[in-house]
């Protein structure tokens, strides 16, 4: 699978971004995606959880009532919806899908990465 994200910018505080995740490949629908983010000088955090089907989610604390994200099987993509946008929320921003069963917030538990999109929240 081949992940290919898009859809960051620059944006003011308050401000909303739709980041979108295309994937290659006919299986996309056999995996689990999620979101992390990396800030500068910090580590990859987890932000969401999308599984297979779209039927179970998950978010990180600091995005909860924020974000969502979402996947269409269909044309092998995944959302995240970014609102209320703060400029601690400034990172890049990688979007992943996991095969195996056992955890979705750990990086270790995904197989395949996207290149990234740079999201810069201005206050």
């Known amino acids: 699978v081949q992940l290919q994200a898009s859809g960051g910018g620059l944006v003011q505080a308050g401000g909303s971004l739709r980041l979108s995740c295309a994937a290659s490949?006919?299986?996309?629908?056999?995996?689990?995606m999620g979101w992390f983010r990396q800030a500068p000088g910090k580590e990859r955090e987890f932000v969401a959880y999308i599984s297979q089907t779209g039927g179970t989610r998950f978010y990180a604390d600091f995005v909860t009532g924020r974000f969502t994200i979402s996947r269409d099987n269909a044309k092998s993509t995944v959302s995240l919806q970014m609102n209320s946008l703060k400029p601690e929320d400034t990172a890049i921003y990688y979007c992943?899908?996991?095969?195996?069963?056992?955890?979705?917030?750990?990086?270790?538990?995904?197989?395949?990465w996207g290149q990234g999109t740079l999201v810069t929240v201005s206050s």
């Open positions: 992943a899908a996991g095969f195996a069963a056992g955890g979705f917030r750990s990086s270790k538990y995904y197989d395949y």
């Open positions: 490949g006919r299986t996309f629908s056999s995996y689990f």
